[in-house]
């Protein structure tokens, strides 16, 4: 699984028109899975991502997390976080899990935050929807963990 999370004051995803998920300052996650990706790595992951600390703190340095300053996130499924451009200049994007796997691990991921932060602190885009996605970038501030670079792959769970 790959998250792109990026700290923001806002952030929010409309789909034909409508806003259908939005959060405050916190993190806007787009989330990939891959083929082999499980419900453990997705609980793994999220609680990377709660525990991560990148917000500031009152001193101005990154020592906060998102469970720290009780900020909120908006989770949107992204397959293109596995384009493979190495050749030519059109993206292959097989490195993407199918659509059914990568659904069911996306709403894994959206309740475990649910089950975290609580109500009304997680915002979801729609899986397979077209979107428009709009932010207000804190920083900027983007970290992307990669749970294969994190050593978290099927081998090593």
């Known amino acids: 699984m790959r998250a792109l999370i990026q700290r923001v004051e806002q952030a929010q995803v409309e789909v034909d028109g409508a806003v259908v998920g939005s959060c405050g300052a916190g993190y806007l996650v787009l989330l990939g899975v891959a083929p082999k990706d499980d419900e453990a790595l997705a609980e793994r992951l999220w609680h990377k991502v709660a525990a991560l600390r990148i917000c500031a703190d009152e001193a101005g340095k990154t020592n906060r997390s998102l469970m720290d300053t009780g ?11 596995y384009a493979d451009a190495r050749r030519g200049n059109r993206p292959s994007f097989t490195g ?6 990568a659904e069911r691990l996306y709403d894994r991921f959206c309740e475990l935050a649910e089950a975290e932060l609580g109500p009304g602190r997680v915002g979801r885009g729609v899986f397979g929807a077209d979107m428009r996605v709009s932010l207000v970038n804190d920083g900027p501030f983007t970290v992307l963990l990669d749970t294969d670079e994190l050593g978290w792959g099927s081998a090593s769970r």
Request: net charge negative; glycine share 6%.
């Open 71 to 81: 900020g909120s996130v908006l989770v949107v499924s992204q397959f293109t976080l």
């Open 96 to 101: 993407a899990a199918e659509p059914a796997l």
